[in-house]
């Protein structure tokens, strides 16, 4: 393998992963616009998106699933999306209803 290809390939992971970022932040960029509490929700799952200053509502809409009969599975940060700044932008929860649950 010479240094030319692996130039190549250095530029082609580089265009991928650009790639992919743009992907992500267009996505986390929808999330953040999103005036609801719940982002996404089916009969199996709900996405709860927790912004901060929004506690109180974000508490009453998990009351809320969860007498629907969703549990709570993952939560994750929302992270600005330049790297080596880990500033939480607010929170992700995924739930699951206990009925698709086996």
């Not at 932008?89 to 086996?102: E, H, R, S």
């Amino acid at each position: 393998m010479g240094i030319k290809s692996k130039i190549q390939g250095t530029a082609d992971f580089i265009k991928a992963k650009a790639i992919s970022r743009k992907e992500d932040v267009s996505f986390l960029i929808e999330i953040l616009e999103s005036k609801e509490i719940v982002f996404l929700k089916t009969d199996s799952i709900a996405i709860l998106i927790k912004r901060k200053g929004e506690s109180k509502k974000f508490f009453e809409t998990v009351d809320k699933i969860t007498r629907e009969g969703y549990e709570l599975k993952s939560q994750e940060p929302i992270t600005d999306p330049i790297p080596k700044l880990n500033i939480a932008l607010g929170y992700i929860f995924y739930f699951q209803n206990k009925k698709y649950i086996t």
